[in-house]
């Protein structure tokens, strides 16, 4: 089953406008994974949030980190047409060195 | 430096046929993983090495599939034989280490089609 569980499934907005995406997981985790992946590419780590971490920033990037929700947010400001991608949450696998994504958002960006 | 490497990028094949997809990992990764990605699925794991050893391979869909990795620079999946809901992108993956804690490279992608 998967671990991580993205909110919501798609997302449409205008360039400049900011984009929050959520995400659920199960179990404890040591950390937690953003990731974009453009149409026909593979996927491009973004940004690492460690449990003991609540809030990171990277760029036009903030993750946020609620380890008693189990959930984590990530939002990018100043959004950008190239912005447009899907974007899935990762956590390692319960006892194992899995990495195990979500089911991802699609993000679309319009000019 | 040259990110993860996969080939061919683009594989047809007929029912029934052996195919093998190829992956060069990032210099220096100890980790490497396989992973499929269709729509209706999503994207799966279906193996792990690390330090060149299987780790993990229960999401190997069948044993028409098998993956090796014979040193730390080299790795292939082959499906054999080959059938239609095979079709998917298949990529490959590194980390410096086990990922616990660190982040995967993912190459390209080899996108397969099973007729």
């Known amino acids: 089953s998967q671990q991580g569980e993205e909110d919501p499934q798609a997302l449409s907005i205008q360039e400049g406008e900011n984009a929050t995406m959520n995400c659920s997981y199960k179990?404890?985790?040591?950390?937690l994974q953003w990731y974009r992946q453009n149409s026909g590419r593979g996927l491009v780590h973004l940004i690492l949030?460690?449990?003991?971490?609540r809030e990171k920033h990277s760029g036009r990037l903030r993750v946020t980190l609620d380890t008693s929700k189990k959930s984590s947010s990530l939002l990018i400001t100043a959004s950008r047409a190239a912005d447009t991608a899907s974007y899935f949450c990762?956590?390692?696998?319960?006892?194992?060195?899995?990495?195990?994504f979500g089911t991802g958002t699609r993000l679309q960006v319009f000019p | 430096d040259a990110g993860v490497i996969q080939s061919p990028r683009h594989e047809v094949t007929e029912m029934g046929q052996e195919v093998t997809l190829r992956c060069k990992p990032i210099?220096?990764?100890?980790?490497l993983f396989w992973y499929r990605q269709t729509m209706m699925r999503g994207l799966e794991l279906l193996i792990y090495?690390?330090?060149?050893?299987?780790?993990?391979d229960s999401g190997m869909p069948e044993d028409r599939f098998s993956a090796k990795m014979p040193n730390a620079s080299f790795s292939t999946l082959k499906i054999q034989p080959s059938e239609p809901r095979d079709s998917a992108v298949y990529f490959c993956?590194?980390?410096?280490?086990?990922?616990?804690?660190?982040?995967?490279?993912f190459g390209p992608g080899t996108r397969l089609t099973v007729t």
């Open positions: 993956a590194s980390s410096p280490q086990g990922t616990g804690g660190y982040e995967q490279y």
């Open positions: 179990t404890s985790i040591n950390n």
């Open positions: 949030i460690r449990s003991n971490e």
């Open positions: 990762a956590t390692p696998g319960p006892n194992t060195d899995k990495l195990i």
């Open positions: 210099s220096g990764h100890n980790s």
């Open positions: 090495f690390n330090n060149n050893v299987p780790i993990d």
